[in-house]
């Protein structure tokens, strides 16, 4: 079994959907699962509807253009092939919609349907022109059981892995399409599975299914060693290990993310990153094998964030003051990217987003407001607008042959 997954730039318009088709022929062997994203922009345009609908705005004109796009794309995939089978209900969304208007508000369980909309239009499109191949549409919220809510769910692998391996038996198909970024948790409510939620898909098939290879097809060759958008001389990275890969994409490496290599890791599947309008070049290959003659291996950076420093007589030798900052944090749903503590324990600094810094002062001021009045700590220092950079180099110890030997602080330039 082979899972190739196509993003929102592979599948943006006609063009693009008709070359995602010739490469599914081309790589077809004995049988394949495709994961769809959205077209590129829709689940934007989605989120906006979504806005302008809570914030009591008229949203007809961007409700028509979205129709008229989805519309065009359907007509241009009809002169290609036949017309799609299974249209997604536009007036079901449409009444979705109405009714966050009406109430002002939009549930998550109501905006997890919205937002994830686009996906169902890729599937009927591209089953439409695969049609001849048989193509099989999964109902991702009938195979893939997630928990922790309507937003960002995590995928139960074990429960997933019985739910897919059963359905594909019960419906034999040489090519299978599934809606990226969707599940549904146990009652049977769908569910959105959060940032690359599309690759998080693909890579949650490949292990339940033990595929023989996991293919994220997008509009880039692969990994570079740096972002090419500031460093012209970055070049692509052939091959990456599991570890290389999660810990690269969690410091800055835009084409991946943590979640997505974690479960190929568990069930050792080989995760390939290749370009829909390239296809032909070698791409990215991430396994339990990492390779690599050039001492340093990547260099990566995450922006705007900020630096927080909890300090005061009360930290040192006390127990529980760093679990009491982190819990206040973590209470607050505030992601912590980075932390530090200084050798004789009087403070602890940590990076956040920059997005997220008003949150985490409010729930340390909460937290220790009684400590601050009593002279036990000091008012939080903040340094804002940060970036951290950081440095990959391959080293020759066989246990522990790639780290970041170097990790840096930098104000931002603006």
């Known amino acids: 079994m082979q899972v190739l997954k196509f993003g929102g730039s592979s599948l943006a318009d006609a063009d693009c959907l008709a070359r995602v088709s010739a490469i599914v022929r081309a790589e077809l062997k004995e049988q394949m699962l495709l994961v769809l994203s959205a ?32 519309e065009g794309l359907k007509s241009e995939v009809t002169n290609l092939a036949q017309a799609p089978s299974a249209w997604p209900d536009f007036q079901d969304l449409k009444r979705r919609l109405d009714g966050v208007a009406l109430l002002g508000q939009c549930p998550d ?7 994830s909309f686009g996906e169902r239009i890729s599937v009927a499109l591209m089953q439409a022109l695969l049609a001849d191949l048989g193509a099989h549409n999964v109902p991702a919220e009938q195979v893939v059981r997630s928990h922790g809510g ?49 690759d998080y898909s693909a890579a949650v098939a490949a292990a339940c299914l033990e595929a023989e290879l996991c293919q994220i097809w997008t509009d880039v060759d692969g990994v570079y060693s740096a972002d090419p958008r500031y460093i012209k001389g970055a070049t692509k990275v052939d091959h990456l290990s599991y570890k290389e890969a999660m810990e690269l994409s969690y410091f800055g490496a835009k084409v991946l993310h943590p979640k997505t290599i974690m479960p190929c890791a568990k069930a050792g599947v080989p995760c390939e990153i290749k370009n829909t309008h390239d296809p032909m070049l070698p791409g990215s290959l991430i396994s339990d094998e990492a390779r690599s003659s050039q001492p340093v291996k990547a260099i990566s950076s995450l922006q705007d964030l900020a630096m927080l420093t909890v300090s005061g007589p009360g930290m040192k030798g006390k127990v529980g003051m760093a679990a009491k900052v982190f819990t206040a944090l973590a209470t607050d749903n505030v992601s912590i990217v980075l932390i530090t503590q200084s050798s004789c324990e009087f403070s602890i600094s940590f990076c956040v987003y920059q997005q997220d810094l008003a949150l985490a002062l409010h729930a340390l001021e909460q937290a220790f407001e009684l400590e601050a009045k009593a002279g036990l700590i ?18 020759c110890v ?17």
């Open 39 to 70: 077209p590129g922009g829709m689940t934007d345009a989605l989120v906006a509807l979504s806005e302008l609908a809570k914030t009591g705005q008229d949203y007809s004109i961007p409700w028509q253009a979205l129709c008229a796009r989805a």
């Open 109 to 115: 369980a109501v905006y997890s349907y919205i937002i």
């Open 150 to 198: 309507f937003m960002d769910a995590e995928v139960d692998l074990d429960v997933s892995k019985q739910l897919l391996r059963e359905y594909l038996h019960a419906n034999p198909a040489k090519v299978y399409i599934m809606a990226g970024f969707t599940g549904a948790d146990a009652q049977g409510n769908l569910t959105t599975l959060g940032r690359n939620g599309s």
């Open 378 to 395: 000091e008012p939080v220092q903040v340094q804002r607008h940060l970036a951290i950079v950081t440095l990959w180099v391959t080293r």
């Open 398 to 414: 066989p246990t522990r042959a790639w780290r970041p030997s170097f990790l840096h602080l930098w104000p931002r330039p603006r």
